[in-house]
Nanobody, 124 residues
Framework: QVTLVESGGGLVQAGGSLRLSCAAS????????MGWFRQAPGKEREFVAA????????YYADSVKGRSTVSRDNGKNTVYLQMNSLKPEDTAVYYC?????????????????WGQGTQVTVSS
């Protein structure tokens, strides 16, 4: 069993920054890709970013590319999502997810474990 716990969400003004963290436990964290997804009210869950087991490969949604950075610290079993220049349309619950392979995916169904989510609210 894998447990993922997100933190770092909150209320921020447009143009501000947040750093989300996701602490993992329960298996060898460093062997698997990790992803970040988000879901806004009334909308479907969407991909935000993903990172390979080593951190050497990253993917971003077009909506956050250039404003966000995904990273990981395998020694701390933690993955991060740094978000800058936040916009009101970034408001959502953000979830981290753990994959079953070392290769990151943009598809939510490729992730086996999910955290409980952390709310990000960006005011205009």
């Amino acid at each position: 069993q894998v447990t993922l716990v997100e933190s770092g969400g909150g209320l921020v003004q447009a143009g501000g920054s947040l750093r989300l963290s996701c602490a993992a436990s329960g298996r060898t964290f460093s062997s698997y890709a990790m992803g970040w997804f988000r879901q806004a009210p009334g909308k479907e869950r969407e991909f935000v970013a993903a990172i390979s087991w080593s951190g050497g490969t990253t993917y971003y949604a077009d909506s956050v590319k250039g404003r966000s950075t995904v990273s990981r610290d395998n020694g701390k079993n933690t993955v991060y999502l740094q978000m800058n220049s936040l916009k009101p349309e970034d408001t959502a619950v953000y979830y981290c997810a753990a994959g079953t392979t070392a290769v990151p995916s943009l598809v939510g169904d490729d992730y086996a474990y999910w955290g409980q989510g952390t709310q990000v609210t960006v005011s205009s």
